[in-house]
């Protein structure tokens, strides 16, 4: 049923009405915090379902669109919507958060934690305790349930934050640096739960500065800088406009070969293998002759640039 409460934020007269089918959409959003501008005119489209990247590197304005997506802030100018229609409080309990702070209270315990960020979202409180002792099952928490958050380790404390933004089981769950504080096993098991719910059909908003947590995740990204967007659209087609311009070979010997610019624009040693990014009209093959005649390669692989490189380049391009 269409919400009857009022937006957020007026709605420009002009303003073109959302598409039913975007989860998010912002027109010409802008934000200023006095002199400085914080989000410039940004626009961008949310498609329901899936892994949704908002990159940037630090400053470049991604908490302050997700704060206004949020409703936490409002825009100085441009509207947002949400699921087909204007931003308003009646949305805010199908929205689950993660802030990249933490923002849980340190004196109560997790489980009764859990329930009562479950019942501000409209949950009973039976149904609350049900789901948060499957959820902490789930995350190795059973233990720690009757537990101070205090007593949690940062780690923990993350899985404990993460259950809080999904536990009312939202259409919209926004991740702000969610690996954050994670170990390896941890964080593959915090991946493994967003891919889940991106297959029931929920909207997963990403933000984040590493890459290749987003390169893995994400099925369209939108990178920022400035408060303006660099790069928009699905992940595979922005790599495939950078072509395959990349090599990565492992060898053994002398590396001569990377010092040929005529072939070689740029590499990134790694110690036991190395990234190549070709010159502008360089054939991978003369590159492969050329590493034979001076060294015994284990790898000589072509690929499509990773996004970690798209973005120091398109970042780089759009400071200079």
């Known amino acids: 049923m269409p919400s009857t409460q009022a937006p957020l934020y007026p709605v420009s007269a002009n303003a073109v009405v959302a598409s039913k089918s975007s989860t998010v959409e912002l027109q010409n959003v802008r934000k200023c915090y006095d002199e400085f501008v914080a989000v410039a005119d940004l626009s961008l489209r949310i498609q329901p379902g899936g892994i949704y ?87 190795e928490l059973t233990a720690w349930t ?22 009312h089981d939202p259409k919209l769950i926004i991740m702000d640096e969610p690996f954050s504080g994670l170990d390896p096993a941890n964080a593959v098991g915090l991946k493994d739960a967003l891919l889940e719910l991106a297959k029931t059909g929920k909207t997963i908003l990403l933000s984040t500065h590493r890459m290749d947590q987003a390169e893995r995740l994400c099925q369209s990204i939108c990178l920022i800088n400035h408060g303006k967007i660099v790069i928009e659209g699905d992940l595979n087609q922005v790599k495939a406009k950078y072509g395959r311009t990349n090599v990565q070979i492992r060898y053994e010997g002398e590396a001569r070969f990377l010092q040929e610019p005529r072939l070689v624009q740029s590499f990134n040693d790694y110690g036991n293998y190395v990234e190549v990014r070709l010159a502008a009209g360089a054939d991978s093959q003369d590159l492969l002759r050329l590493a034979c005649a001076s060294a015994r390669l284990d790898k000589f692989e072509v690929m499509e640039p990773s996004l970690e490189e798209i973005f120091i380049d398109a970042v780089g391009k759009s400071n200079a």
């Open 53 to 139: 990247g908002l990159l940037g590197p630090n400053g470049a304005g991604k908490t302050s669109t997700i704060r206004m997506i949020m409703g936490i802030t409002m825009p100085d100018s441009g509207s947002i919507s949400v699921f087909g229609q204007p931003l308003s409080r009646a949305h805010m309990d199908q929205f689950g958060y993660l802030p990249e702070e933490r923002g849980l209270y340190k004196k109560m315990k997790v489980l009764e934690h859990l329930v009562f960020l479950a019942q501000l979202k409209g949950l009973s409180r039976a149904e609350a305790r049900k789901r948060a002792r499957t959820w902490c099952e789930r995350f």
């Open 146 to 167: 009757d537990k101070k958050v205090e007593e949690l380790s940062k780690g923990m404390q993350q899985k404990v934050q993460f259950i809080g933004a999904v536990l």
